[in-house]
Every structure is written in structure tokens, then in C-alpha cells.
């Protein structure tokens, strides 16, 4: 039976989830809502599918069980919890919201509707990220005494508009990344710069080091300001290094020039996210029951971090872990 899916919001990212729901025989992009009438037209011709005028006909649509949360990060909560109380199942794009109080408010709203909110940290999907974290609690790497994970892609000032900075927009990843292969970190320390901006106040680059409780550091670099155009580019990798061994993943195995979405070349890799993600919720947790791979709760603990991250920029490292117990006390 083919489940009946529907967008808000048609922007480029739209673009690479539409494509992974194309290669899934039991899933369909029957409509979608984008309040841009130019790129609905657009949309609607490329892919066969109802641009409804407004989200409240969108939502109407009795055949449609699972909605994409596409739009602006603002307007996330707002568009996730309307699907949820009209009875879908939702797949929220990341960040997931813009605070920590918007995603417990959504937390409450999924649990209300007996429904499935799935965050879009499609990252940890690829079977190889997933092997990793099998052979980490498996201990084959021995103690784990580092893991590095980078994302170096221009981006121009232009483009770079439409998203926040590389913190929420790129660190986010690299956070929930870091959850599920290692769990939560003790401490956190970051700096930013912006290097090619002229009128964006926002970083295009920025590191993060985290120390975890087994003593071991995390080291996460973004980086809006540049490509890697060296030989062995770091355009996307995760290394993970142990006392008995390592590991690494990365985007640059296979490259040819096609742009989708927000990218100029494809990543085969990179697409391939979409599709595991996209099979991932329709198979295990709308059909099977299953939990994502990570959570609105760990949603919840990166926002936590990216925000910490923010606060304490420049200074000296600061402990999640006690910051995480004066949140908990003044809620």
C-alpha cells in the first residue's frame, strides 16, 4: 500500500526529499503547500503533484498520512503542530525549532496526537554511521580518544541568507552526530568567525570542541567561508580514532557536477541520507512502532548545546552537564 505524503514548503531542500521518496516504491508525494505561487507552479509541473492553495487544504486531505515540515525554521513548530492535530504523522526538517521551549512544545503536541514526529537528522542514517555506532558499543575500536567531523562548503552571502548560521544550521548535525555514536558531552567550548560576510551578522565559520566523559574530545568544524579544494578535502567527513582502531566517513567518494537542493555538485552521499532517512520513518516508525534513531528529546539536547555554544563563544570551556541541571531546576 502506498503511503500518501505531503509537503510544506517546496525551497531547494525539498528537492533532495522528493527525490529519495522516488527511489521508495510504497511512498508518493501526492501535494504540497507553498505560499510562493511562482515556485508552486514550478513544483506542481515537476512533479505531478497538488500545490494546495493554503495549509489548511493541504491538512484536509484524509489520504495524506505523513507530512514534511519544509518551511522556514521559524515556522516549524507552528506547521508540525497543525499536521500533528489534523492527525499526521510529521517529518520535521532540522533545526527542528528555534528554542528549546518550541521543540518540549511540540514533545507535548506529538504525545497528544498519538502520532509520530520524526526530526530530519538525517546524517546518522547512512548505514556506515550506524555500523560505527555498532562497533563503538561493540568496543572493537578500543577506547575511543577522539572523533572529528567537518562540513567545508562555500556558500555565498546570498544563499547563506536563507539559513542561520553555520552553528544551528551545520553544528546541528555534527551535535546530534556526536549524541548518537557518543552520547552527551561534559563540557563545551566554541569560537566563531565570519570571514566573507558584508552584511549578514551571522558566522560563516565556527568550531566547537567538546570533552566527553570518558576523556575523550570531539573536535567539530563547519565552515560557510571556503571549499576544501585540497587532495584529500574534508568536505564532509566523520573520523572517529580509538586506541584499537578507527573509522571514517565521508562525502568525497563519489562527486560529479549536477547541482540539487542547496548544493552545486552532487554527493551521492549526501542524497543518499534522504532516502535511508525517508525509509527509516515509513518503515520502522510509522509502520513498524520503532523510535527514530534520534529523537525530539535529543533534539531538545542539541538546542541545549548549540545554545550554549552561542553563549559562551570566545571563553573558556563550560560544562553542559551543569548547565543542564540549572535549566532542568528553573523549568
Not at 525551497?11 to 511562482?38: D, K, R, T
Not at 484536509?60 to 505523513?66: A, P, S, T
Not at 489534523?86 to 507535548?108: F, T, W
Not at 571514517?248 to 532517512?277: C, M
Request: proline share 4%; charged share 20%.
Amino acid at each position: 500500500m502506498t503511503m500518501k505524503i505531503g509537503f510544506i514548503g517546496a525551497g531547494a531542500i525539498s528537492e533532495v526529499h522528493y527525490q529519495a521518496l522516488q527511489q521508495i516504491e510504497a511512498a508518493e508525494v501526492s501535494g504540497f503547500y507553498e505560499p510562493n505561487g511562482q515556485l508552486a507552479a514550478k513544483r506542481a509541473h515537476e512533479w505531478g503533484a497538488i500545490a494546495y492553495p493554503t495549509l489548511a487544504e493541504l491538512l484536509e486531505q484524509e489520504e495524506i498520512e505523513l507530512i514534511y515540515v519544509l518551511s522556514p525554521v521559524e515556522l516549524h513548530v507552528e506547521h508540525a503542530t497543525r499536521a500533528l492535530e489534523a492527525g499526521k504523522h510529521v517529518l520535521v526538517e532540522k533545526p527542528v525549532a528555534m528554542n528549546v521551549a518550541e521543540i518540549e512544545k511540540l514533545e507535548q503536541a506529538a504525545k497528544k496526537a498519538g502520532k509520530v514526529c520524526f526530526p530530519a537528522h538525517n546524517y546518522i542514517y547512512h548505514p556506515e554511521i550506524i555500523r560505527f555506532r555498532r562497533h563503538i558499543e561493540e568496543g572493537v575500536f578500543g577506547q575511543i580518544c577522539s572523533v572529528w567531523m567537518t562540513f567545508n562548503l562555500f556558500h555565498s552571502e546570498e544563499l547563506a541568507s536563507h539559513y542561520p548560521g553555520v552553528n544551528r544550521q551545520i553544528m546541528t548535525h555534527h551535535l546530534y552526530t556526536t549524541l548518537y555514536l557518543l552520547g552527551l558531552p561534559k563540557t563545551i567550548g566554541c569560537h566563531t568567525t565570519k570571514l566573507h560576510y558584508e552584511k549578514l551578522d551571522q558566522e560563516d565559520q565556527s568550531i566547537i570542541v567538546l570533552g566527553m566523559e570518558n576523556g575523550a574530545q570531539v573536535v567539530l568544524f563547519s565552515s560557510f567561508a571556503c571549499d576544501d579544494k585540497t587532495t584529500n578535502p574534508w568536505t564532509y567527513m566523520v573520523k572517529i580514532l580509538g586506541s584499537n582502531g578507527g573509522a571514517v566517513h565521508n562525502w568525497q567518494d563519489v562527486i560529479y557536477e549536477r547541482s540539487i537542493g542547496t548544493l552545486n555538485k552532487a554527493y551521492p552521499r549526501y542524497e543518499d541520507l534522504f532516502y535511508f532517512e525517508a525509509k527509516y520513518v515509513i518503515e520502522e516508525c510509522i509502520a513498524a512502532g520503532k523510535p527514530p534513531l534520534s529523537t525530539l528529546a535529543d533534539a531538545k539536547a542539541v538546542q541545549e548545546l548549540v545554545e550554549l555554544a552561542e553563549q559562551h563563544q570566545g571563553t573558556s570551556f563550560v560544562s553542559y552537564r551543569a548547565d543542564q541541571k540549572e535549566r532542568d531546576g528553573s523549568r
